[in-house]
C-alpha cells in the first residue's frame, strides 16, 4: 500500500487532512512537532490520540526548539500578546511564525524519502488566514520544485495541500463524512484546558461549526 507523511498537530485542519489522506487509500505515518508554542501539551496530546484512533502506521515527534529561541511569534513568545479576533485586519499576525512551514516541509520531506512515501500532506488553507505567507499556493507550488530537485525518491515526492482553497466550513463538511472526531482535536493558539474562545483560530473554528448548525464538540471559556 502506498505511504503518506502527514502533518498532524492536532487541530481540526490537520485531522481532517489525516483522515482524507486514508480515504485516499494511504497508510499514514503522522508527524508532529513540538515548537515551544503555548499549547504544545495539549496539541501532543490531540495529535497521539487522532493518530491512534486513525490506525497511523506510525507517530514521529519530533523537537523544534530554534522556533522558540528565533521568536518573533505569540505563540512561541509568552510576552507578546495573542491577538483576539477583531474582524478582518491586514498585515502578517502576531501568531505568524516566521518560516514554520518551510522547516516543517523541510522535515517531513526527509522522513518521506527515508520511509520511501509518495506523498508528504500538509493542511495550508489560506481562505479564512489571510496574512500567513508560508501558506500560499505559491509557496507550495515553490517547495515543490525544491522537493524534486533536492531528493534521489523514486517515484518522487508529492505535496498533497487538498485544502488550500477551501474553506473552515468545507473542511468540516468534509471531516463530517469521513467520521473525523472532532471532539479529539485542538485549535487554540493559547490554552491548554478550556479553549478561549476568542483568538482568531477559536473564532474561524467556531463559526464554521455554526455555519454548518453543528455543536462544536470541544469547551471554550467564552
Known sequence: ??????????????????????????????????????????????????????????????????????????????????????????????????????????????????R???????????????GYPDCRPEFIEAFQRAVDLGTAADPRIVLMTPFVRMSKVDIIRTGIALGVPYELTWSCYQENDRACGVCSSCHYRREAFRELGLEDPIEYEV
Open 1 to 114: 500500500m502506498k505511504k503518506a507523511v502527514c502533518l498532524l498537530s492536532g487541530g481540526m485542519d490537520s485531522t481532517t487532512l489525516a483522515y482524507v489522506a486514508k480515504d485516499m487509500g494511504y497508510e499514514v505515518i503522522a508527524l508532529h512537532f513540538t515548537y515551544g508554542q503555548r499549547t504544545e501539551s495539549k496539541e501532543r496530546e490531540c495529535a497521539r490520540a487522532v493518530a491512534k484512533r486513525l490506525g497511523a502506521l506510525d507517530f514521529v515527534e519530533i523537537s523544534l526548539e530554534h522556533f522558540k529561541k528565533i521568536g518573533a511569534s505569540s505563540l512561541t513568545d509568552t510576552s507578546i500578546p495573542v491577538e483576539e479576533y477583531a474582524g478582518e485586519e491586514e498585515g502578517i499576525p502576531s501568531t505568524y511564525v516566521p518560516f514554520r512551514n518551510g522547516n516543517l516541509l523541510a522535515i517531513a520531506t526527509s522522513l518521506a524519502e527515508a
Open 116 to 130: 520511501r512515501a509518495e506523498a508528504v500532506f500538509i493542511g495550508v488553507q489560506t481562505g479564512d488566514y489571510p
